[in-house]
């Protein structure tokens, strides 16, 4: 029988499909955080699945708990993972696919993504793809973040789209060579397997949405979706006036040599479209904050998502958008140029689009946040009995303060904008790892000033409870601070400290260090920068600032950051 169709969905169904097919992308989401062994996957939610397009990869749906940066890479891995299928026999009914190839797939090689084709009625419906940051997968470093690598093999194994999943049956060989390139096997099965089983459920979930809605009504609906959010993608460039606005900042250094690196965006709005020109930012460099094009465009799509929130999140997001970012510059590096540190370079691109997008409409724009992850790694082997030899890697990221904005002051130790993921709990670190947090605390006057002050970054200060460990540190903006908007003031740099036979010390490079040893008692010190203001400081209302000292946010003297020009 002949599925009928209407020509246009009405509003209250579509509401209902574009509903549930995030749903299904949800539950995606909290089973991989619910099964997964690693606290980065499980507490901080590293992790995002997503439903793509059968023939050119793009995104169709997405969670709503995941992270957006993924989501938009995962488009290019959905593509690589295509191509190096259509070489072998193409894709296959019961197959899933798995790498972590930065170059094509994007972000870093911690993040394993899988492609699962799904099929209906023997025709390819779509793709449905996983990522997820493991723990450990080889490298030079524990928790592979190494601030001093200088091509890729330093940083982690490398695997380019191969089958973890052949007809059904699990292949043991792949599965061998990944535990052999791991200090964790165990966290790495664990990850694996709740990646799988998410896969799993959605493809459930899924067959019980077609079989209720329809294929072609549901394929309709992705299209008037992905419509949808180009039309208002349309009015919200429309909305802005003409012109070309320009911004730069800078990244403290590559953890190679100490020149700070530029990111640079001229972006041009004519009508309804928006031109975003990277064309000025540096050449890649040979320390790991170089990124690829993949993650150029998805560290844009989090930024716009920003700035137009009720955009339906899909590739329409992108249709009205041009963008010009030339090969071989630290945002479009070539193999093998590393790439752990991606993190801090999207955060970078972040910022300038959103200082940009000020000059055009400051009540729109927010603020720069914190703009760096901060990437710590405390490893080291056990010494306690029963336990004695056994390998522990503590990785975690860190918060900082948001900018503040045309509505109110800016959020005090958030996570960072590329994301929607939470910081891991000290109560969960402390469980799994010998460490003991002795601070984590706001930290006082970090916020820019302005009318609207931005938000508090964080201390955090960990003394080491084993005989002896291994720290390293990937951070930024230890040199330029976030920036305010509208002539708000600044944030605080970003300061890391370390602490050997009493004696504090900080790395040569400010934000990047590895091969720092620890023994017991030895701690730790990470002050994070707070966000950048919004507004002039002399219009910030006087009962705000009375607030403010009574609450500590800052002391008498206010924020201390000079105001944005």
């Not at 023994?519 to 730790?524: E, I, P, Q, T």
């Amino acid at each position: 029988m002949t599925e009928h169709v209407p020509d246009a969905l009405d509003p209250v169904t579509l509401a209902v499909l574009r509903g549930r097919l995030e749903q299904v992308a949800d539950e995606m989401d909290a089973t991989l955080y619910r099964s997964a062994f690693n606290p980065i996957i499980a507490e901080a939610h590293d992790a995002c699945h997503g439903l793509y397009d059968a023939n050119t990869g793009d995104t169709l749906v997405q969670g709503k708990s995941g992270l957006p940066v993924f989501v938009g890479a995962m488009a290019f891995a959905v593509r690589a993972t295509a191509k190096a299928a259509e070489a072998r026999g193409g894709m296959q009914d019961g197959d899933i696919w798995i790498s972590n190839d930065a170059y094509d797939g994007g972000t870093h090689a911690n993040d394993f993504k899988l492609v699962r084709p799904f099929f209906r009625n023997g025709r390819l419906w779509c793709h449905m793809a996983s990522a997820a940051h493991w723990h450990d997968v080889g490298g030079a470093v524990p928790g592979n973040y190494n601030p001093a690598a200088t091509e890729c093999w330093q940083e982690a194994v490398q695997i380019p789209p191969v089958r973890i999943v052949r007809g059904g049956t699990l292949d043991e060989d792949v599965l061998a060579i990944l535990r052999a390139n791991t200090r964790l096997p165990e966290s790495l099965w664990g990850d694996l397997n709740g990646q799988l089983a998410a896969l799993e459920l959605g493809a459930r979930r899924l067959h019980g949405l077609l079989d209720e809605y329809g294929d072609v009504l549901v394929l309709q609906a992705l299209g008037e979706l992905r419509g949808r959010a180009l039309k208002l993608m349309r009015s919200h460039i429309a909305s802005l006036p003409d012109g070309c606005y320009s911004f730069e900042d800078q990244l403290d250094n590559d953890g190679i040599t100490p020149e700070p690196l530029t990111i640079a965006l001229d972006m041009t709005v004519a009508g309804e479209r928006l031109s975003l020109d990277f064309s000025r930012s540096s050449p890649q460099c040979a320390g790991p904050v170089n990124i690829s094009r993949a993650t150029a465009v998805a560290a844009c799509y989090v930024a716009l998502k920003h700035l137009f929130p009720d955009v339906p999140a899909n590739a329409g997001v992108l249709d009205a958008v041009d963008f010009r970012i030339p090969d071989r510059l630290v945002i479009s590096a070539e193999r093998p140029r590393p790439m752990g540190g991606y993190t801090e370079t999207i955060l970078r691109m972040i910022d300038v689009i959103f200082s940009a997008a000020a000059q055009a409409d400051p009540r729109r724009a927010v603020a720069q946040a914190y703009g760096t992850i901060n990437a710590l790694s405390i490893a080291g082997h056990r010494s306690d009995a029963g336990r004695e030899g056994q390998r522990w890697v503590m990785f975690s990221f860190f918060g900082g303060g948001h900018g503040a904005h045309a509505g109110g002051d800016g959020l005090s130790h958030g996570n960072a904008p590329i994301s929607t993921a939470t910081i891991p709990p000290l109560e969960i670190l402390e469980a799994a790892y010998p460490v003991r947090f002795t601070e984590w605390s706001l930290r006082s006057g970090s916020g820019g000033d302005g009318q609207y002050r931005g938000g508090l970054g964080a201390v955090y200060e960990i003394e080491l409870l084993e005989k002896d460990a291994e720290v390293f540190v990937f951070g930024e903006r230890g040199s330029s601070p976030p920036k305010g908007i509208a002539g708000g003031g600044a944030g605080a740099l970003n300061v890391f400290r370390y602490q050997n036979a009493g004696a504090w010390h900080v790395p040569p490079m400010v934000s990047k260090m590895r091969g720092i040893r620890l023994v017991r008692g030895d701690r730790v010190r990470l002050e994070t920068p707070g966000g950048g203001g919004w507004g002039p400081p002399a219009e910030r209302a006087r009962e705000a600032r009375e607030r403010d000292r009574a609450m500590g946010y800052v002391g008498d003297e206010g924020t201390g950051q000079e105001s944005e020009a």
